[in-house]
């Protein structure tokens, strides 16, 4: 009898301690909410959206959810419906807040044609909304001659470099007149880079024949470079809203607009890589480092009836021995020439 008891007292202990180390725990549920963001052109605004609820197992919970957000541009039936109502939740403040924020990215098939981007947003993550368009909308039409795709604007040490980093030649031709007193080559307008260092001795600019208050440039010491102009970009920019230029996700790029001293509008992108090896075979005698080199796209637009001018060139950002860097253009291209680098 007492071997009996003992016996089921082991049994109970067993499976007392079964129950207490070796039972599988359930899941831990983790509650999450939909929340509509509605993307406009200054701001996002937040809205508590009812397309996916609590289940009702769940309504009495003492946890936060985990919000879920779905973003959607201003003009989504559902951003129409809830602007119409009061129950705007937050709106976003990028003074203040840092938030992941939507990109919306426009499709043909499987490749991405055209990006909408607000220049009120800075830091942030950027979160891919796609859009799907059927093949005869316009934009896929459009596409059909982009044969350039933007890669975005240069960025060094945490900053982008603006469009005055890049030197092209004047219609005037004069800033590379300038030059013509070193005993430069015929193809020095074309393939600027293999001249610097030897018969143009520094990268620095030069004071011009017409003014001696005027300095011109071809190789740019980025030291002398404003980052601060106030760009007065707005929704009726011209570059901007071009596309007869060959060019997808344009967006991507630096668009900046002044009226001062004059109307001026200026856009560039990155649209191709230049390995380090190349970028020195382009530049053999300057005595520094290719750090980077980019084949870039750049337009400009100064008003009236001409519209803007186009260049295309292989731009390399150099590091001399003093510490000193400088962004130079090592060739121009055609833009078949650039197809071979960089074509779709």
Same mark, same amino acid.
């Given at each position: 009898?007492? %071997? ?5 007292l ?9 129950? /207490?180390?070796? %039972? ?5 549920? !983790? ?6 963001? =509605? ?5 996002? #605004? ?6 996916a609820?609590?289940?009702?197992? &769940?309504?009495?919970? %003492?946890e ?6 779905? &973003?959607?541009?201003?003009? @989504?039936?559902?951003? *129409?419906?809830?602007?119409? $109502?009061?129950? !705007? +939740?937050?709106d976003?403040?990028?003074?203040t ?6 990109? /919306? ?5 499987? *490749? ?26 316009? +934009? =896929?039409?459009?596409?059909k ?6 890669l ?7 900053? !982008? ?16 007149d ?12 074309? #393939? ?7 018969? !143009?001795?520094?990268?620095?600019? $030069? ?7 005027v300095?011109?440039?071809i #190789? ?17 920019? &011209?570059?901007?809203? /071009? @596309? ?7 967006? &991507? ?5 002044? #009226? ?8 560039y992108?990155?649209i ?6 190349? =970028?020195? $075979?382009?530049a ?5 480092? =290719? ?22 060139g *292989?731009?390399?950002l ?8 400088y ?18």
């Amino acid at each position: 009898m007492n %071997k009996l008891l003992l016996l089921l007292l082991l049994s109970l202990i067993l499976a007392f301690g079964y129950w /207490l180390f070796l %039972k599988p725990k359930e899941p831990e549920v !983790i509650h999450s909410i939909d929340v509509a963001v =509605c993307m406009t052109d200054d701001k996002l #605004s937040v809205y508590e959206e009812t397309l996916a609820r609590f289940d009702e197992d &769940y309504k009495d919970t %003492k946890e936060r959810p985990i919000p879920n957000y779905l &973003y959607f541009p201003a003009q @989504h039936p559902i951003c *129409i419906e809830r602007a119409k $109502k009061s129950d !705007i +939740i937050w709106d976003y403040d990028p003074e203040t807040i840092t938030i992941e924020y939507p990109v /919306l990215i426009s499709r043909c098939g499987e *490749i991405a044609v055209d990006i909408t981007q607000s220049d009120s947003y800075s830091g942030g993550i950027e979160i891919p909304i796609y859009m799907d368009l059927e093949p005869d909308d316009p +934009i =896929c039409i459009k596409a059909k001659n982009h044969v350039f795709e933007a890669l975005g604007g240069w960025r060094h040490k945490d900053r !982008i470099l603006p469009y005055e980093s890049f030197v092209t030649e004047w219609l005037s031709g004069d800033n590379f007149d300038e030059f013509y007193k070193y005993d430069v080559g015929d193809d020095f307008r074309e #393939s600027p880079g293999k001249y610097f260092g030897k018969e !143009i001795p520094s990268l620095e600019g $030069k004071v011009s024949s017409w003014d001696s208050n005027v300095m011109v440039y071809i #190789s740019v010491p980025l030291d002398t470079i404003d980052f601060d102009k106030k760009n007065e970009s707005t929704g009726q920019d &011209y570059l901007r809203h /071009l @596309h007869t230029e060959k060019i997808r996700l344009k967006n &991507y790029g630096v668009h900046f607009k002044t #009226s001062e001293p004059y109307p001026l509008e200026t856009y560039y992108t990155k649209i191709g890589e230049i390995d380090q090896d190349t =970028c020195h $075979k382009l530049a053999p005698n300057i005595k520094g480092t =290719c750090a980077e080199s980019h084949i870039v796209y750049l337009q400009k637009y100064g008003g009236g009836s001409m519209g803007p001018t186009t260049s295309i060139g *292989i731009f390399g950002l150099f590091q001399l021995d003093n510490g000193k860097e400088y962004m130079v253009p090592l060739k121009y291209l055609t833009e078949k020439a650039a197809m071979k680098y960089t074509g779709l």
